[in-house]
């Protein structure tokens, strides 16, 4: 595991650490978020409600787990505010994929991993729709494109608490609204 990590922080993750599975909280309540107030993501592609899975099945899906890794990347809030943010998305899915592939090559088989944000408009921008919704086909970017956190119902405020992560921060560390730096992370379940 500790091999695991030390290739999660060659990525840049600002932080990594080792959960129990039963640590991570799953609100029901969360996925409605995704609806209302709507979320730009919200319809646009299979990893996302209504599409995604489920807080129910993602429940399900964690009883086959007892560890998870669980990273952040600490960005500068500005690139989340123009148009190139689909850049600083794709960087935490690409990250979360190559922590779910590096598993798979350490010998923890069943790794899986997830990201916060949605795919389509990281990596499917400039086509109209999902290949997935639209046409029933396989995902153009599967070994990129990770599911939606937030819209499994995952509080991640909550396991920010748990850890000592902050949301948003300035520049002196305090977590405020005024923030310049902002939180994206994932997890990758490890068995």
Known sequence: METLMHYARSLGV?????????RIPIEDALRLHCESPRCPNYGTSANCPPH??????????????SR???FKFDFPLTALQDSERWKTVFRLHDGTASIEHEARNLGYARARGFSSGGCKHTFCREF???????K????????????????????WHEIS???????LKDEEG???WAADTVMLAGLVFVE
């Open 174 to 176: 305090r977590s405020d």
């Open 161 to 167: 608490r748990l850890l000592g992560w902050r949301m």
């Open 128 to 134: 109209d729709g999902c290949i997935v919704l639209e």
């Open 14 to 22: 600002s932080d990594v650490r080792l959960l129990s599975v039963d």
């Open 68 to 70: 998870v890794l669980a």
């Open 136 to 155: 029933n086909e396989p995902c153009r970017f599967p070994d990129k494109a990770r599911p939606s956190l937030s819209g499994m119902g995952v509080n």
């Open 52 to 65: 995604g899975m489920t807080p129910t099945a993602f429940r399900e899906f964690l009883a086959d787990y």
